[in-house]
């Protein structure tokens, strides 16, 4: 099993250009989870999905969408970036309360 | 609001002997709490958990005490060893949240030789 894969691992953005942050796991969990951490923060929730077709939104989830079509695949996409969203985003799946199993990580930097 | 705390950015101690990190919480509907380790460039993975049911969980060299009338946390490593040399963060859920996760900021231990 790969676990859960995150692409790209950095990129670096113009303000007000859009990306999609690509998230898949292997472990045929339903829960996915997207986080973002800046500097000397804890991660914080952007949005989450209880199952394929099911989405809701997290603490922060200004500025993102998210679409849930497989129990696989989970992207972010971000709309109009800004430098506000310069962050480290981590995406994460679940089978249940027990451990959350996060990915890599992707650098994001919006100039 | 922060809803866990983590009041110590870094702690240091010396291989072989205990690292206590402590956590505390405000939200009294927090039922299960996670001690997650986090190296850089890499997500965090989990270490350890506790529910609310419970007052401490053992896994190796790692155990979670859990203080429900103070809302304090705390992850003990016996004995230290160089390679648990990371931030680790503790994290809060309830079941009702469909598992979302609070975490605090995070301590960075280092663990010297």
């Known amino acids: 099993n790969a676990g859960v894969t995150q692409t790209p691992k950095f990129r670096i953005l113009k303000i007000g250009q859009s990306m999609t942050l690509q998230c898949t796991q292997d472990m045929n969990h339903n829960y996915m989870y997207w986080y973002r951490q800046d500097p000397g923060m804890g991660l914080k929730l952007i949005y989450y999905s209880v199952g394929a077709g099911i989405t809701d939104k997290g603490e922060v989830p200004n500025g993102y969408n998210v679409s849930r079509s497989t129990t696989e695949d989970f992207p972010l996409r971000l709309e109009l970036a800004a430098p506000s969203q310069t962050s480290v985003y981590f995406c994460?799946?679940?089978?249940?309360?027990?451990?959350?199993?996060f990915g890599p990580g992707t650098r994001l930097t919006v100039t | 609001d922060q809803q866990v705390k983590q009041n110590s950015p870094s702690l240091s101690v010396q291989e072989g002997r205990i690292s206590i990190l402590n956590c505390d919480y405000t939200?009294?509907?927090?039922?299960?709490f996670l001690w997650y380790k986090k190296y850089p460039a890499e997500g965090p993975t989990f270490l350890i958990s506790i529910s609310s049911i419970k007052d401490k969980n053992e896994d190796g060299r790692f155990t979670v005490f859990l203080n429900k009338s103070a809302k304090h946390l705390s992850l003990h490593i016996v004995p230290s060893q160089p390679g648990d040399s990371a931030v680790y963060f503790c994290?809060?859920?309830?079941?009702?949240?469909?598992?979302?996760?609070?975490f605090g900021k995070g301590t960075l231990l280092t663990v010297n030789p």
């Open positions: 994290a809060a859920t309830f079941l009702s949240s469909n598992y979302k996760l609070t």
């Open positions: 994460a799946s679940s089978p249940t309360v027990r451990g959350q199993y």
């Open positions: 939200n009294s509907m927090f039922d299960y």
